[in-house]
């Protein structure tokens, strides 16, 4: 089993700077990809920010140029610096971690950390 923290979120004004950390924990042979979701009350989760194994990086169109995803291989931790926030950014945000068990693939999500951007 594997178990996915994030931590970072919090309170801050419009353009503001925020980093959100994610790190995965457990009988982890690899671990191949992380993304970013953020949900808000009444919608759909939506990907914020995705990397792969390769370190090839996918954003959203509405956090393109303000967001930055990175991961760090050898100690399952991963990235989301947030610069430039803006109100509509103000969601709940998740990480999903994917790649390897000893045994088999694994494909976790973290409990969730929230962020609030003020006017």
């Known amino acids: 089993q594997v178990q996915v923290v994030e931590s970072g979120g919090g309170l801050v004004q419009a353009g503001g700077s925020l980093r959100l950390s994610c790190a995965a924990s457990?009988?982890?042979?690899?671990?191949?990809?992380m993304a970013w979701y953020r949900q808000t009350p009444g919608k759909q989760r939506e990907l914020v920010a995705s990397?792969?194994?390769?370190?090839?990086?996918n954003y959203a169109d509405s956090v393109k140029g303000r967001f930055t995803i990175s991961k760090e291989n050898g100690k399952n931790t991963g990235y989301l610096q947030m610069n430039s926030l803006k109100p509509e950014d103000t969601a709940v945000y998740y990480c999903?971690?994917?790649?390897?068990?000893?045994?088999?693939?694994?494909?976790?999500w973290g409990q969730g950390t929230q962020v609030t951007v003020s006017p």
């Open positions: 990397i792969v194994s390769n370190d090839g990086t």
């Open positions: 999903n971690v994917r790649g390897r068990l000893f045994v088999r693939p694994f494909d976790s």
């Open positions: 457990g009988a982890i042979f690899r671990l191949d990809d």
